[in-house]
């Protein structure tokens, strides 16, 4: 009977650590639909360490430094996210 109690906390406590990591995940998204230029959007991203972004970082330096005209699509940068998530 304990170790039917034991399971149950240990269920919830990892349900509740799955819903608060989701959380944090949507507010980044939030913020790079929210992004109002190429400038805002590579300091956004600049600070994550996810390999799926690397293209799209230097498409983004290229837009600001050397007046390029890459066009970046931001369901690509979110779909990148949840996908490093899915993985971690």
Same mark, same amino acid.
């Given at each position: ?12 406590? /990892? /349900?509740?650590?799955?819903?608060? #990591? ?16 190429? $400038? ?17 970082? %230097?498409?983004? %330096? ?7 005209? =890459? $066009?970046?699509?931001? #369901?690509? &940068? /979110?779909?990148? &996210?949840?996908? %490093? =998530? $899915?993985?971690?």
């Amino acid at each position: 009977m304990l170790g039917v109690i034991i399971g149950i906390i240990i269920s919830a406590l /990892i /349900i509740a650590l799955k819903n608060i #990591k989701s959380k944090t995940d949507k507010s980044l998204i939030n913020q790079i639909k929210l992004a109002k230029g190429d $400038k805002a959007l590579f300091d956004l991203l600049l600070p994550l360490n996810i390999d799926g972004l690397d293209t799209i970082l %230097e498409q983004l %330096e290229a837009n600001i430094y050397k007046s390029s005209q =890459h $066009k970046i699509r931001k #369901k690509d &940068i /979110i779909n990148a &996210i949840k996908f %490093e =998530h $899915k993985i971690n």
